[in-house]
């Protein structure tokens, strides 16, 4: 189990990038395939431009939280477990069960997120410079979620229900995975809020 955590990263990306190839090879995908294949790719992208090319982002959330977190090299490693089971379900589960077009809205939901978050973080953060790790595929993650809504909504592909659905999975994901992290960092998820908002406070002093 050890390994797995350690090289969590790496294997999220091969099972990912597996999944392209193979269908490259065996499969003539539909449209909402062709669309989760783009956002199986660019999260990879965007995992590895936040961890490694150039890295950064974890400790610019363990920053935030202030407390004297400490988070070691393996931690951090560890850390992205949790990052990718949320993301080969938001992907694997669109591609396979295809005909269910709205099951792909989470993961366009979330890029859509992570585009805005970046942005704001730059601002949050008091960023020198009008980057934080992650931010350049966080932007094509961002365009490829208005193309795909605009696709959605030009075919009718999703009715208001599922959109909310499809919202709401999307946050429950994301508080679940956010819970677990935190978790593996040695910290109660209730904490969080009060962490960030007071060193939030001692950033923009």
Not at 149 to 169: C, D, E, K, R
Request: hydrophobic share 50%.
């Amino acid at each position: 189990m050890r390994f797995v955590k350690y090289y969590s990263l790496e294997l999220y990306t091969v099972l990912s990038l597996l999944l392209i190839a193979l269908s490259a090879i065996f499969v003539t995908p539909d449209v909402i395939q062709k669309f989760t294949l783009a956002y199986i790719f660019l999260f990879v992208l965007h995992e590895w431009e936040e961890g490694h090319y150039p890295g950064g982002f974890i400790d610019l959330i363990t920053g935030l939280l202030g407390g004297g977190v400490e988070v070691s090299e393996e931690t951090k490693k560890s850390s992205r477990l949790y990052t990718g089971i949320y993301l080969l379900a938001l992907t694997f589960i669109p591609y396979f069960v295809h005909s269910y077009a709205w099951l792909i809205l989470p993961a366009v939901f979330l890029g859509l997120w992570e585009g805005i978050v970046h942005v704001l973080g730059i601002k949050i953060f008091q960023r020198k410079r009008p980057y934080t790790p992650g931010m350049i595929t966080a932007e094509c993650e961002l365009v490829m979620s208005i193309c795909v809504l605009w696709y959605f909504a030009s075919h009718n592909l999703a009715t208001p229900l599922q959109v909310l659905a499809g919202i709401a999975l999307m946050i429950l994901g994301f508080m679940c995975m956010q819970r677990a992290l935190v978790h593996s960092i040695g910290r109660k998820y209730r904490e969080l809020p009060g962490m960030m908002r007071e060193n939030f406070k001692r950033i923009r002093s």
